[in-house]
């Protein structure tokens, strides 16, 4: 006889915690507080108080035919691995072999220009003083106006 207590006791449990969770999750569809000195109270105090449409089930639109299964989903990611197994093969560090680098590391020291190392001279010194004469000719202070 003792059996057949916790047989009876589980299903009360089980249908009271359900009912638990259900009062639990009704509280957050209450209508909340709304803070009066919000530019929007007005028309939130009116849109809480209007009762919208509910949808029926007709309205629940049909199932979608144009979704890949489950089979055509395992060919796509196969054929994607195989795309990447064929890529890290093509691509790894034994497949080719760097030749020739010195012919071409000479001729692009041959191109390359030696950047010039010279002091400034006077004219260039003139220049960049007239450069910055313009610069500061151009110049305005910022506006003390308040954006």
Do not use: H
């Amino acid at each position: 006889m003792n059996g057949a207590t916790g047989k009876i006791v589980r299903p009360g449990v089980l249908i009271a915690l359900t009912a638990l969770a259900v009062s639990g999750c009704a509280s957050p569809f209450k209508t909340a507080a709304i803070d009066p000195t919000s530019p929007v109270a007005e028309a939130t105090r009116v849109a809480a108080g209007q009762k919208g449409r509910r949808p029926t089930f007709a309205e629940i639109p049909a199932v979608p035919t144009d979704v890949r299964g489950p089979a055509r989903i395992k060919a796509v990611i196969e054929g994607e691995q195989r795309a990447a197994a064929k890529l890290r093969r093509d691509a790894a560090p034994e497949t080719f072999k760097l030749k020739d680098t010195e012919a071409y590391a000479a001729q692009a020291r041959a191109s390359a220009k030696a950047p010039d190392f010279a002091a400034p001279t006077e004219a260039d010194r003139a220049e960049t003083e007239a450069f910055a004469a313009a610069a500061r000719g151009r110049a305005s202070a910022p506006s003390s106006q308040p954006k």
